[in-house]
């Protein structure tokens, strides 16, 4: 399967997923909305162009708030992931892993503590400007800080499933290394 | 020149980034303002349609509670039928021949409609139900809906076959309500924070009221046919600093399963709407 067929497939699961399941779900908690969609630019390789990475981040926002009647919103959160995106793998990876053709984002080429800390700043990025954006003209702040707190811990441990059910080959082979 | 090209070359993905975060910010304020924006009719059409395909899945979950529900409504609707209806009083107008007119005439004031739920959430700030009727299935904004066990919201939105419903739970919803058997009218509003509760506002602590008591809509609602179920009051607080109670309603609808909902339209609300403004007009 190509690359770009790849690419569009996986974006129509993660948007589906997040716009028909995880979006609508009685809400477990009044803090907790789960996320998983944003894996998709997460998850993308280390070569991808900048532009590139602005382009479906803003495409995949949109996509998911025509499911959440949001125009905009996740769009604009998911442009800051792509946009600080480069600068968290820039911190994080080792210029040499960068220039792989094949090189993704992932617990093998990034030590399980920096993927870690990449998914944990981008989620909690995405969720503080979510969220600030929807509570600007109410609520409280104790609200934004439990919200955007609690958000991101339920988004990572979706991270974490969504990563053993799809990824397994990545961490089967840090373990033969 | 050159310079400004450089610049620009050099910051190109910065730029675009601003631009589209302008682009996305501006939707959503546009969207935010009006809630008809009309840009976003063709993505009604197109998630709905995925929806609907989504919630076929889904519905079998719902299958049995929702049977019990309709069976419940059906024979609440039966025996609400004549109120629908209202008596025209003829009595006091001159007819030059009374054989033309029959003055015991009813004339239809709400309109019950049938629609289909495609879509809907219970945990934004602002949310909405679609459903699947549009203009051409009659709809047009600013109908009420009812689901069984209570109402659910306002049309405020439609295309040719799809229409938004502006659900209860929505931070500028405010509907006009009253406590059954007690003439008591107050506002319910939703402060956004759990989608069980809704909040019953500008009833102040002198009135008697009791935790239980049925919501029911008001007589003077626009949308809203009067007397249909809204709620059940849970909680009631008396906060010493405020003149009103804060009173936690309990939604009849169930907003988590919704899927089978009557539109209703008020065949009377244009003339109403016309006589009212003309009185605003002549007293301006």
């Not at chain 1, 477990?28 to 390789?45: A, D, G, K, N, S």
């Not at chain 1, 909690?124 to 979510?130: E, G, S, T």
């Amino acid at each position: 399967m190509s690359d770009a067929v790849k690419y569009v497939l996986r974006f129509a699961a993660f948007v589906i997923v997040q716009g028909l399941v995880l979006s609508f779900m009685p809400p477990l908690h009044r803090f907790i909305t789960p996320y998983v969609y944003l894996l998709f630019l997460l998850w993308m390789p280390f070569v991808t162009g900048r532009v590139a990475m602005l382009v479906w981040g803003f495409l995949l926002g949109l996509s998911l708030d025509f499911f959440t009647k949001t125009p905009g919103l996740h769009a604009s959160a998911c442009l800051w992931v792509a946009w600080l995106r480069g600068g968290m793998i820039n911190l994080l990876v080792p210029r040499e892993t960068k220039e792989l053709a094949s090189g993704t984002p992932g617990a093998r080429t990034m030590g399980l503590a920096g993927y870690l800390l990449f998914l944990f700043v981008l989620t909690l990025i995405h969720h503080i400007w979510v969220t600030a954006i929807e509570w600007l003209s109410f609520g409280s702040i104790g609200y934004f800080l439990g919200k955007v707190l609690l958000t991101t811990v339920a988004s990572m441990i979706l991270y974490l499933v969504t990563e053993m059910l799809f990824r397994p080959r990545a961490n089967r082979r840090r373990k033969f290394d | 020149m050159r310079n400004v090209f450089l610049f620009i070359r050099r910051y190109a993905v910065f730029f675009l980034f601003l631009i589209l975060q302008v682009v996305a910010i501006s939707m959503l304020v546009r969207y935010n303002k009006s809630q008809q924006a009309r840009y976003m009719q063709w993505s009604y059409e197109a998630t709905g349609r995925i929806n609907k395909q989504a919630d076929n899945l889904t519905r079998y979950i719902f299958l049995n509670d929702n049977n019990r529900r309709l069976a419940q409504e059906n024979a609440a609707l039966r025996n609400q039928l004549s109120s629908n209806f209202v008596q025209v009083d003829s009595s006091a107008v001159l007819m030059a021949d009374t054989m033309m007119v029959d003055s015991s005439r009813v004339i239809r004031k709400y309109l019950y409609r049938y629609a289909r739920v495609v879509n809907s959430s219970t945990n934004l700030q602002n949310n909405y139900i679609t459903l699947e009727r549009g203009t051409r299935q009659g709809v047009a904004p600013g109908m009420a809906v009812a689901a069984p066990g209570g109402i659910a919201g306002l049309v405020v939105d439609v295309s040719p076959n799809m229409c938004l419903v502006m659900s209860l739970l929505h931070r500028k919803q405010s509907t006009s309500v009253s406590v059954k058997g007690r003439q008591i009218n107050g506002i319910l509003e939703w402060d956004g924070k759990s989608p069980l509760r809704l909040q019953l506002n500008g009833i102040p602590k002198t009135r008697e009221i009791a935790v239980g008591d049925t919501i029911i809509t008001s007589n003077i609602s626009m949308n809203y046919p009067p007397g249909l179920i809204v709620g059940f009051i849970e909680r009631i607080d008396k906060p010493d600093d405020e003149v009103n109670l804060i009173i936690q309603v309990k939604s009849g609808a169930n907003f988590f399963g919704i899927e089978h909902v009557q539109v209703i339209e008020n065949t009377l609300l244009k003339e109403q709407k016309a006589l009212e403004a003309r009185a605003d007009r002549s007293t301006n």
